[in-house]
């Protein structure tokens, strides 16, 4: 069982910067390593999109608006995920959202195993 705590939300002008941070809690030290690790976002009245994907061998996928901007990473050793923004926009203010699920079933919404309870990033102009 595999449980996600974010933290590091907050409120920032255009073009400030936040560190997001996930905790892993899983019942078995073996289990975090098999999972691909995962940030979502979700702004009010839009659908929860995929932000940036790391897999347990380090490889990244970003969501174009994101690119040059964000960097995800991840410590197995320490059990944490952490999402790095950088330039932020408006556009980037959402609740963001912890993932954690096998390879392919990170990319989809509906196929994520277990989410955390989301941190509200704002971003004012």
């Known amino acids: 069982q595999v449980q996600l705590e974010e933290s590091g939300g907050g409120s920032v002008q255009v073009g400030g910067s936040l560190r997001l941070s996930c905790a892993v809690s899983?019942?078995?030290?073996?289990?975090?390593?098999?999972?691909?690790m995962a940030w979502y976002r979700q702004a009010s009245g839009k659908q929860r999109e995929l932000v940036a994907v790391i897999s347990d061998e380090r490889s990244t996928t970003y969501a174009d608006s994101v690119k040059g901007r964000f960097t995800i990473s991840r410590d197995n050793a320490k059990k944490t995920v952490h999402l790095q923004m950088n330039s932020l926009k408006p556009e980037d203010t959402a609740v963001y959202y912890c993932a954690a699920g096998a390879p392919w079933r990170i990319f989809v919404v509906g196929t994520v195993e277990v989410w955390g309870q989301g941190t509200l990033v704002t971003v004012s102009s």
């Open positions: 899983v019942v078995s030290g073996s289990i975090f390593r098999i999972k691909d």
